[in-house]
């Protein structure tokens, strides 16, 4: 066989294979791979966190504000009694059950109690092989208040007595923290007791509720309160 008729078989096949890998999506088509394990990222997300100290607003206001200018949005959680809000404010004529007109604040639960400190942090380090017994001091003396994040609308006596009233509790509008007062503890070998005096507040929930004179209620209005509740050591 010529050499002729030989070229034109061999470049005849080449055609006939590269046509084939075009049609049949053979090898002549490039597949991305597909990602494996350590492709994937998985991210963890956190519940937002807790009001932080600076967050809040320290001093409650001392008396109640004053009554909203217009009639707030008819909460949907409300019941039938307190979503037939009015267009402007009624008077007491209005309705045979007249309501003193004002903010109400109701708590709905209570967490626990949370160290606000008054004056700087105290340290003892036991360097010795024995545990040691460290004796700490207050330096100064301080008062802690009442302290809340949201929209507080009624005084601080009005928070504490709704409190102490719906979880038998003794909280205070403001505690003072005083010099002089000493806790003494073990320290083991070679470590560090830090400690700080204060005031322990008691962190609860609740809300602020606009009542007119005619008994309808406005929108509720949720906050924390951190109530005075004792002083002490947190070590």
Known sequence: MSRARISRKVLALTCLTVIAG???GGTAVAEEPSPTATD????????PPEPEETDLIEGAPTGEASAPTESPVP????GDDEINLPTSKPSATLDARPCEPGYRYTPTSKSEDFHKGVGAEQAKYNGTSRTARSTF???????????FSGELKVGGTVVVAEIEGKFGVNVSVELTAKLGNTIAV???PKRTTH???GVYRLKSYGYNQYVYA???KGVKKNMTVYMPHRTGWVL
Do not use: F
């Not at 994937?40 to 519940?47: F, I, L, M, Q, S």
């Not at 909460?75 to 409300?78: A, F, G, L, N, Q």
């Not at 001091?137 to 302290?147: F, N, Q, R």
């Open 214 to 216: 005619n008994c309808t």
């Open 137 to 147: 001091t207050s330096e100064v003396t301080g008062k802690v208040g009442i302290a």
């Open 195 to 197: 400690a700080r005096y």
């Open 186 to 188: 073990n320290t083991p």
């Open 22 to 24: 075009l049609t049949t």
């Open 40 to 47: 994937t990222t998985v991210v963890e997300t956190a519940p």
């Open 75 to 78: 909460d949907p959680t409300m």
